[in-house]
């Protein structure tokens, strides 16, 4: 979605406001994270390279305009510990967001990622505030 959206934003760019494909570069990104990788293969980089090729090769503008799409993963190599302490440096709203992936109004807090979320917080010597104090 976020691919097709880009592309149609770009084309209107290049197509209708006379804009040059040089001065285009299709980014996106996503936060994941290489720790999750063996419950979730899309978390390696090697997907993501594919991905990015896979883009370029079935859109317009990789095929017609030769941009590349890039996909950044900021925080694919860091640690969970290191993701908590850069949200913390950020500023983020991390009591908005929280990782569990059985679609609740809240977390769970007991899945594996809810788990590995809050034992990054620990590691980093925060708590996770998307979860009640225990």
Wanted: some cysteine; hydrophobic content about 40%.
């Amino acid at each position: 979605m976020a691919a097709a959206y880009l592309e149609s934003e770009i084309l209107h760019f290049i197509e209708g406001e006379s804009g040059s494909p040089e001065d285009v570069e299709a980014s996106l990104f996503i936060a994941a994270n290489a720790v999750d990788y063996s419950g979730y293969p899309d978390c390696r980089p090697e997907f993501y390279e594919s991905v990015a090729e896979t883009l370029k090769l079935g859109s317009k503008i990789g095929t017609q305009y030769s941009i590349p799409f890039k996909i950044q993963t900021p925080l694919i190599a860091l640690s969970k510990a290191e993701i908590a302490q850069l949200s913390l440096d950020l500023e983020a709203p991390t009591e908005l967001t929280w990782s569990c992936y059985l679609g609740g109004e809240t977390p769970c807090g007991t899945c594996d990622s809810c788990i590995l979320r809050a034992n990054g917080f620990k590691d980093a010597g925060l708590a996770d505030p998307a979860l009640p104090a225990r």
